[in-house]
């Protein structure tokens, strides 16, 4: 699983870390950097793919990126031109000799200059200290300086040997990770293990989903063959055709959730099949005393996009992580329980993170005991300006801001805002450090 994220020089951040739980929810007012973080995901989730960095930033007219907002230029923090992106891996392995469990710190600094290219990039076996802290125990690869009118980058990799360590020849316009199966020798156990290393934070990263559901794109039928769900979630009906095939029992699950989102009563679900071959979702509702079928041009925006969310957490692998930008958008506010119940139980079943967004109090409120941890504000320094993570709950306010008011009136009356600030009332600071003083 990806367990965290860094963001260096990278847009509104100058340097930041976020530690993802099973479901992360990430708040913040409007330009607080929330975008910002999901663009460098998105970034290393495709640069692990082996796209040329050029068209991870700036996109490409064959549509395998549509880079990132701004373009490359905007990537960097304002003044510089490179910027550094992370991701911690794990658990992974483990370490038979000492017992503990593994993780692995990928960093790739991109340099946006007169052509875009690897800055450096490395992997680094990490362990946890006695007080849960995560440091680095050993490299597995790193580049080497080069000259910036080289078109390859050095790369050297840690072989278990005394003196000094193999190097070898990557392309310095796409990311060593992606080379790796092409590029390191695979004769040694040292190498083989760095080369296994190499996979996992690929294989991680590649298979980010980041659903943006586009229920105008679901309404009409697809080919049933096309059963991967692609990020706008038009090939809905095809994908949920699938999971019912292949598992007839999940169709009550997603029934279940169904039934608590529109006033009328769903009894059941299908698929209607056209001579060619493809496929459009149905619903069967009950109004009264008439039941009827309804396919998917008739359902409304907030029942689509919750198909779809549903979907991603059937169909993505495990330990996937998926991310959803305002994951309740289309819905009603009275439904917010429902669609967390969902999130939580489909995402701890199958072993899949959630990493969304939402600006809606109703699902901030809906909230309850210890789902509170995996709500991270993000937030502009006050002084500085650039943009930084704290969880919730290891707010100095936060149990005061909880014992009076749900997170979503929080948030919407501001005292979250002021508590990320350091703006506590003195009577508040006082009250704290006599608690502190006990």
């Known amino acids: 699983m990806i ?12 340097d930041a870390s976020m530690d993802l739980q099973p479901l992360t929810i990430l708040i913040g007012s409007n330009a607080s950097g929330k975008s910002n973080a999901l663009d460098g995901l998105r970034i290393l989730s495709d640069s692990a793919t082996g796209l040329d960095l050029a068209f991870v930033l700036d996109g490409h007219r064959s549509k395998l990126s549509t880079g990132v907002r701004g373009g490359s230029k905007a990537c960097p923090r304002h003044g510089g031109d490179t910027f550094t992106l992370g991701a911690v891996i794990g658990p992974v392995d483990e370490d038979k000799r000492g017992g503990t469990r593994m993780y692995l710190d990928y960093e790739l600094s991109i340099a946006v200059r007169d052509r875009i290219y690897v800055e450096s990039e490395s992997l680094h076996e990490m362990v946890p200290t006695r007080h849960g802290e995560l440091r680095r125990k050993r490299m597995l690869f790193q580049t080497v300086p080069s000259r910036q009118t080289s078109g390859d980058i050095s790369v050297e990799y840690n072989n278990l040997k005394r003196g000094a360590n193999p190097q070898f020849t990557c392309l310095k316009f796409q990311s060593v990770l992606s080379q790796m ?8 156990a040292a190498e083989k293990h760095i080369l296994n290393m190499s996979h996992v934070v690929a294989r991680q990263l590649q298979k980010v989903l980041f659903l943006d559901p586009i229920p105008h794109d679901m309404r009409d039928y697809v080919p049933r063959t096309s059963v991967e769900l692609v990020p706008s979630a038009s090939n809905l009906s095809a994908v949920l055709a699938k999971i019912v095939q292949d598992e007839p029992a999940i169709k009550e699950v997603i029934l279940r959730y169904l039934r608590q989102l529109p006033d009328q009563e769903i009894l059941d679900l299908d698929f209607v099949d056209t001579p060619l071959g493809d496929v459009m979702l149905t619903v069967l509702e009950k109004s009264g005393e008439q039941t009827y079928w309804i396919d998917a041009r008739g359902l409304s925006d907030g029942t689509l996009r919750t198909l779809a969310v549903m979907a991603a957490l059937l169909s993505e692998e495990e330990d996937s ?25 489909l995402s701890s079943q199958r072993n899949i ?26 937030y502009r320094h006050p002084e500085k300006g650039d943009s930084r993570f704290v969880s919730l ?12 008011e749900r997170i979503g009136d929080a948030m919407e009356s501001g005292q979250i805002a002021r508590a990320v600030r350091g703006q506590v009332p003195q009577t508040h600071r006082d009250a704290l450090e006599w608690l502190k003083s006990l």
């Open 3 to 14: 367990e965290r994220l860094r963001f260096c020089q990278f847009k509104s951040f100058v």
């Open 181 to 188: 199966e092409s590029r390191l020798p695979k004769r040694t």
């Open 321 to 345: 992580l998926v991310v959803i930008e305002e994951v309740d958008n289309g819905l009603h506010p009275s439904k917010a329980r429902t669609i967390l119940s969902l999130l939580m139980e």
């Open 353 to 378: 993170h959630l990493l969304v967004t939402t600006h809606n109090p109703a699902l901030l409120n809906a909230i309850q005991g210890r789902e509170a941890a995996g709500v991270v504000v993000c």
């Open 393 to 404: 709950v290891d707010l100095d306010e936060y149990l005061r801001i909880a014992s009076h």
